[in-house]
């Protein structure tokens, strides 16, 4: 691995990789802000925008606060210069202004047009005499034995405020005595229970209320002998990124267990208080917190309206959510064809969630239950709750075969899963490995090794997503099923990599990082610059979640002076600046954000005419190109490389509707239609093409086993990349 190189420009040059990242929330909230999405769904953006601050909180404001007060080094310094305290500084402004416009647009727009559709929150003062009836028997029966008062005085310090959990703060006063002095008390509201409790459902009517609204109701009840005077909901963020030393650690996935246990204690980064909370609550919490008053987000609304994400998930009110789409089988196994012939006549290219995830399920099914199959090998990054996977690697291993899965323990808030899915698969006879020491894995590949009449031979799946079927319903991905023999070898490098020691440095198709991917990444671009300055055709396409390494910024500014044209679809953080004269006025930067997640990794090359494309499970970051283990690999069919470019590519860059074009001052603009322009909303023109080929292929009906749909979290569904 080649040493990085400094920055080659100014650092006016450079976007802030943070104020980057908020501006893509922003566009997120400008979903729930659009009038022309339908009600649950301008709800369910709401929930995301929500939840995807609280990620940015716990890892990257809690990292630059742990470089100002502990003097901590940055993993990656940033070449638009900001140091911690600026970018700090920065953040909190504008993170505010984000907070205050989410919380007006679900009460002033989302909440009375909900409630205008028979979608109701009531309060207490709300209910009816029957449901008021009903909902203090459920207090008693099913809310009351699981609270805990918890009183704050000498004698009982201040409680020790779990991350993320919602809670009640009130002061306390004896009765009959109104000289007595009041004592503050925090109730956590239990999260076992369901924060939305609905008191009445009908057809075309549901009217709930929030748990904490119950609780605050009845706190008389829980402090006898005392009337609660005031109270208010309150919730911390705290610091939950963890430090983990693979090359100390004697049993990895035992230190990992023992480190989640610092995520409930980490230092508190944010406080979430309700507006009209009194100043001396506010004064309690920061103090006993050690936050200063731009920590303080004040609002007017549910704190935390994740929760209100369960609103979108029930059953009725189809007008007020989007048309439900079901994935179509890919055409190449419409047949219901064996999966391996087919794979083994030609590539095939699948593309989710416009195409089912079925198919993938089905090769590993079918690897283990074929008696030809001699060994399975498989990447776990992230997976669903059931797994399909899990399941068939278990009943591989049980079946005789020799089974190996590469289970990334590190994976960011999937460590406890993971590290579940790790111990099950290890019961069942799977050979599991936790990957290299000091790099997370974060490659997908599957490895089916088969004895046929002529051989053996590999059959691979290479993606740009998970092995998730719940995520694959939601987000744009691309997957790869190939017996090409040098994919193949490759493949088995790339597990003896990571189950050995081997360096694993000669490969035939893949790059690999942190081997040589950015130094391949910079050479495509330069071989660009290079065709253009010789007067080759010259064209750079990308798609991928985060531009933020300067090294390969630096690189696309150079081929934009020759001339190169650049069009990067960037959904997340983008610190190149587009259009600045003289460096980058041939770069165009989209994004975006609709109703499925933009998650595929492509990356496509003129290369003088003769254009080369590749996939990746890598963003060009510094975490991915020298902190995980990553593989970028090309796609050789003709047919595929003509769909990828003509049929997704060009699709997404004809958006008018949902796409955003970013600024040379870091903001985004969104694209309208022109004048007689055709009005072009890329998703829905995917899912049309989806079905047309499925109509074209004669599908009468699903070779593979439909998953079952659930309806996500607000976490699960947007994970953004902080």
Known sequence: MAKRPKPEYSSEHYINRELSWLEFNARVLQEAEDPGNPLLERLKFLSIFSSNLDEFFEVRVAGLQEQVYAGMAPQDYGADGLGPAEQLAAIGPRTHTLVAEQYRVLREEVEPGLAEAGIV?????????????????????????????????????????????????????????????????????????????????????????????????????????????????????????????????????????????????????????????????????????????????????????????????????????????????????????????????????????????????????????????????????????????????????????????????????????NILWARSLEQAGVHVVYGVVGLKTHCKAALVVRREADGIRRYLHLSTGNYNAVTAKIYTDLGLFTADPAFGEDATTLFNLLTGYSQGEAWNRFEVAPVSLRERVVELIDRERRHAEDGKPAKIIVKMNALVEHSVIDALYAASQEGVEIDLIIRGSCCLRPGLPGVSEGIRVVSIVDKYLEHTRIFCFENGGDPEIFLSSADWMPRNFFRRIEIMFPVLDPVLKQRITDEILQTILRDNVKARLLQQDGTYVRRRPGEGEEVVREQLVLESVARQAARTSKEIETPFEVIPRRSPDAAEQWQAPV
């Open 121 to 417: 929150r009531l309060r207490y003062g709300d209910l009816t005499r029957d449901q008021r009836r009903a909902v203090d028997k459920q207090f008693k029966a099913s809310i009351y034995p699981v609270l805990t008062p918890l009183a704050i005085d000498p004698g009982h310090p201040f409680p020790h405020v779990h991350n993320k959990s919602l809670n009640i703060a009130l002061l306390a006063q004896p009765i009959g005595r109104k000289r007595a002095q009041s004592l503050p008390a925090v109730v956590q509201v239990p999260s076992v229970l369901d924060r939305v409790v609905i008191v009445e459902r009908g057809e075309g009517v549901l009217h709930y209320i929030l748990l904490e609204d119950i609780i605050v109701e009845h706190a008389k009840d829980l402090f006898g002998g005392f009337k609660v005077l005031r109270s208010t909901v309150f919730r911390v963020t705290r610091n939950t990124d963890l430090t983990i030393r693979d090359e100390e650690a004697e049993d990895l996935l035992e230190t990992i267990e023992e480190s989640l246990h610092q995520r409930h204690r980490g230092d508190a980064v944010r406080l979430e208080i309700a507006a009209d909370a009194d100043e001396d609550f506010v004064e309690l919490l920061t103090e006993a917190l050690d936050l200063s008053e731009i920590d303080v987000y004040r609002v007017d609304g549910p704190v935390d309206p994740t929760a209100l994400m369960r609103l979108h998930g029930l059953d009725g009110f189809p007008a007020l959510r989007d048309e439900p789409f079901v994935p179509r089988v890919a055409p190449a196994f419409a047949s219901g064809d064996d999966l391996f012939a087919v794979i083994r006549q030609s590539d095939v290219l699948v593309h989710h969630p416009f195409e089912s995830f079925g198919s993938v399920v089905e090769f590993v099914e079918r690897a283990a239950d074929d008696p030809d199959v001699l060994a399975i090998k498989l990447t776990l990054y992230r997976t669903s709750h059931p797994s399909a996977f899990i399941t068939a690697l278990a009943r591989a291993a049980q079946n005789g075969k020799q089974v190996t899965a590469l289970v990334e323990l590190k994976a960011r808030f999937d460590e406890q899963n």
